[in-house]
């Protein structure tokens, strides 16, 4: 299966304090994505990142990328209570075929 | 703005019924995506579509099927429900073109089959 997987499957941290989530994929990609859910929603897209891209921000999201290791950071910086979610990476097939492979997700809990 | 609507939020229905989930969007978007989501497992691809009236198996397509036949829409059946099929449903669609492009989830349906 080309299926993703994070680590830790659940974080919990202080308000202010930074979230490091990580992803590990098994097949060659073209481009990664990370993904949040709140509880018993449908997922939102956070932010791509492209093989051949090393590191990505957006905001207070730093994502980066080592394709020779297959594995992937989200870093969210200075958390906030509303950050509570759950967070999964998405790749892609490098055949050029359109759908994703998620992960099986991080639950992040932000106590205020 | 982009949206992706889901015909119920949550649904019980019964063993041996037939099922529709349907799945609407407002972007013109040529792919369609089905999932489930069960705890620890994560998304599961059951269904996606390229286009109307065309189809192709995901991961699981065991016991679903789907019609497309407008492109805004893409629904999901149950022919038969069983308790195994108990699970969050979700769908998805995205612009057309080389690679993987974001993905536009609806809310979800959850479904509870008893």
């Known amino acids: 299966s080309q299926q993703g997987e994070e680590d830790p499957q659940a974080l919990s941290i202080q308000e202010g304090e930074n979230a490091t989530m990580n992803c590990s994929y098994k097949t060659s990609i073209n481009n990664l994505q990370w993904y949040r859910q709140n509880s018993g929603r449908g997922l939102v897209h956070l932010i791509l990142?492209?093989?051949?891209?090393r590191e990505k921000h957006s905001g207070r999201l730093r994502v980066t990328l080592d394709t020779s290791k297959k594995s992937s950071s989200l870093l969210i910086t200075a958390s906030r209570a509303a950050d509570t979610a759950s967070y999964f990476c998405a790749t892609d097939a490098v055949t050029g075929a359109n759908n994703l492979f998620f992960g099986t997700g991080t639950r992040l809990t932000v106590i205020p | 703005d982009v949206k992706v609507t889901q015909s119920s939020r949550y649904l019980v229905k019964r063993t041996g019924e037939k099922v529709f989930l349907e799945c609407v969007q407002d972007?013109?978007?040529?792919?369609m995506f089905w999932y489930r989501q069960d705890p620890g497992l994560g998304l599961r691809l059951i269904y996606f579509?390229?286009?109307?009236?065309?189809?192709e198996k995901g991961d699981i397509p065991e016991g679903y099927s789907v019609s497309r036949e407008k492109k805004e829409r893409f629904s999901l059946i149950l022919e038969s429900a069983s308790t195994n099929q108990t699970s969050m449903y979700l769908c998805?669609?995205?612009?057309?073109?080389?690679?993987?492009?974001?993905?536009?989830f609806g809310p979800g349906t959850r479904l509870t089959v008893t």
């Open positions: 998805a669609s995205t612009m057309p073109g080389q690679g993987a492009h974001e993905q536009y």
């Open positions: 972007m013109d978007h040529e792919n």
């Open positions: 990142i492209r093989s051949n891209e």
């Open positions: 579509s390229y286009d109307v009236k065309m189809k």
